[in-house]
Every structure is written in C-alpha cells, then in structure tokens.
C-alpha cells in the first residue's frame, strides 16, 4: 500500500464454499487439487460455482460466498457494509478479521485488527468477565500493565460491573456484547470490525455504543468497519459505505447515496403509492400523478412537479380537516401541511419539490 492514509485494502477477494460439507470436500478432491498444485496448475475448482443466490436452488455442489471484492479503507474512516441477508458481508469481515482465509485475493492492513463479529467470539465461558477482559487484551498484542489502566473504563463502560468476576457463560447475550464491546473498543485497535451484535443491546447501549464509535473514529482517527440492518445507524456514523448483493459489491460511495439505493433495491415500488388516513371512510381514491396525469408507480426525484389526488364519498365536507405529509424513502416524515376546505374542492393540489 504506497498510500500512507490507506490502512486497509481488500485486492482480488473471493470465497468459495462446498455446500453440504464439513471443510473442502471428499479426498479425492483434495487430491485432485494437490496433482494440480505440485504440476504448477490452478485449482480446478475455481472455475466452478455458482453466484451467493441464497434463494435460488443452483445446480453447482461450490458457491462463491464473495467474488472479486475490491475496496480500501482510509485512516480515521467509518465503512459501513450492508446488504441482505446472505449477501456476504459476515464472510468478509471474517476474512478482513483472519478468522478465515481468502479462497483468492489478499487483505494488506496497517496495524491491529479487533473484531466484534458473533455474541461470545473470543470470550471464554468458563472464565470470568475480567479474565476475559485480559485474555482478549493479550490477543490484542496489549501488555498486563496496558490492560491494567484501561481495565476501570472497560467495566465501567460495559455496565457490567456487578458481574465482572462471574463466569461469563453465565451472562446474558446483551451483557456479554456489552463487555465484549468495550474490550475491543479501549485497547485501542486501529482497525475496529463490528458485525450486527450491536442490535443485541438495548437502546442505552445502542447509543452508548455509536457515541463510542464515533469518538474512535473521529477523535482519535482509528478506522471502523461497520455492519448493521440499522439504516439510521449506518447513516449517523458511516462516513461512506458499499453494498453487497450476492457476494458482489453492487454500489460503492457517499453513505447517503449507499443507503438510498439499498433501501430502493430492495422495496417494491408499490410501497411509493401507499397513503395512511385517519377517515378512511371519505375516500374512494388517493394516488399521485405527474404533469400528464400519468400515475406514478415509481420513486418521486428531485425537482419533479407530482399532483396529489384524491376523491371523497361525501358532499358534506362542513369541519373536515385534510392534511398531507411528504415522507423519505427512509419513512422520514419531511414535511407536513394542512388543506382548508376552500382547497380541498380542488381537483388537484401540486407538490412541487
């Protein structure tokens, strides 16, 4: 890596898999790719297998979990990763993290990497919680005497302190991501890989937890890698992100603009024409058209002139009150106003944003 700002690059990675079996497959395989590899060949097998269509039945016994992912990671910079369920994005941090290998391609980073990937990974149950605290630290690289002026913030952070010398296979799931949060987010790291666990805390921890995300990132420019389903998490500390579709970075950029066009990949187009009423029983009809009256099916852009329709079963409109409100495509609310009843025999009222 010549860019000194560059502290993690991800060149070439893929994964491939055997469905159905433990490890790389039958002997015969594993021989067939030593033949191969002692004659100077490719394995033959990676020029098998099908994409990480979780939903579709393939016809390939090898899945590619990831497939050519290409990416780097600024210092001090908030990545977030998201994606559906199944599209890849545990598998790569697990690469990223080196719990498990690349099938090809390379990870080059700068610096320790501390992962926060499954509820309990790296903790032992039969040790205690401040145990634990020194195991992970060791693993870290961190010395006793590091750990031990840390060791206060660590407890007093986790919220666990009742419980810090009680055995840690005696923790609940929220108390134990607790803990384990705060070990890998005090000793300092510079590289912080987080998977969905967060979504295991409560909402104190939740927003505990992302302030502490953000003073890491920002404050003391340590780099963070972030997985969530939380969109509104993702755009608060994200500062850019990529999208992962079947193993595949299918979008790559600002986390605006990452988050806009997951949530409109992955949202039927009739959720655009969906109106709540409090009366219901007035209208037959709402719907949005464009300038020709067509109606709309699909997502409103900027600077679009949209006519908002609407017919009512009563001729007796006396004391009715009518009112609109302009969401996002995060649910949002953006704007809201109401309508008199002088206004409301209109045949349509404009929204021109």
């Not at 690469?95 to 990974?121: D, F, M, N, Q």
């Not at 299918?250 to 990452?258: K, L, P, Q, Y």
């Not at 009423?277 to 009809?285: A, G």
Request: net charge positive; aromatic share 10%.
């Amino acid at each position: 890596m010549k860019d000194k700002d560059i502290i993690l690059k991800a060149e070439n990675i893929s994964k491939q898999y055997r469905l159905g079996l433990v490890g790389t497959g039958t002997i015969s395989h594993d021989l067939n790719r030593w033949w191969n590899r002692i004659r100077g060949k490719e394995d033959p097998y990676l020029k098998v297998g099908e994409s990480n269509d979780r939903s579709t039945k393939g016809s390939s016994e090898y899945v590619w979990a990831l497939k050519d992912i290409n990416f780097e990671v600024k210092r001090g910079e908030v990545l977030g990763i998201i994606g559906k369920n199944g599209a890849g994005k545990s598998t790569l941090l697990k690469i990223l993290s080196k719990v498990t290998g690349p099938t090809t391609g390379e990870i080059k980073t700068r610096g320790r990497i501390a992962s926060l990937l499954e509820v309990g990974t790296g903790f032992h149950g039969e040790m205690t919680g401040r145990e634990n605290i020194f195991l992970n630290g060791a693993i870290l690289g961190m010395t006793k005497k590091e750990i031990t002026a840390k060791i206060d913030d660590i407890i007093d952070f986790s919220g666990c302190q009742r419980y810090i010398d009680t055995p840690v296979k005696r923790y609940s799931s929220g108390m134990t991501v607790r803990l384990a949060f705060a070990v890998a987010a005090f000793l300092e790291p510079e590289i912080l890989v987080i998977d969905e666990v967060l979504a295991v805390g409560d909402a104190e921890f939740q927003k505990k937890a992302i302030g502490k995300m953000q003073d890491i990132s920002r404050g003391e420019g340590r780099t963070v890698l972030f997985v969530s389903h939380n969109m509104a998490a993702v755009k608060n500390l994200c500062t850019r992100g990529i999208v992962l579709s079947n193993g595949h970075i299918s979008f790559e950029g600002r986390i605006d603009d990452v988050v806009e066009y997951y949530l409109k990949s992955n949202t039927s187009e009739q959720i655009y024409n969906c109106f709540k009423t409090e009366k219901i029983n007035y209208f037959s009809k709402i719907y949005l058209t464009d300038q020709l009256g067509n109606i709309e099916t699909k997502p409103i852009s900027k600077y679009q002139k949209t006519y908002l329709n609407f017919e009512i079963k009563t001729n007796d409109i006396s004391g009715l009150r009518f009112g609109a409100t302009l969401f996002s495509y995060m649910n949002e609310p953006i704007i809201s106003f109401p309508f008199s009843e002088k206004e409301f025999f209109n045949k349509k009222i404009k929204l021109s944003f």
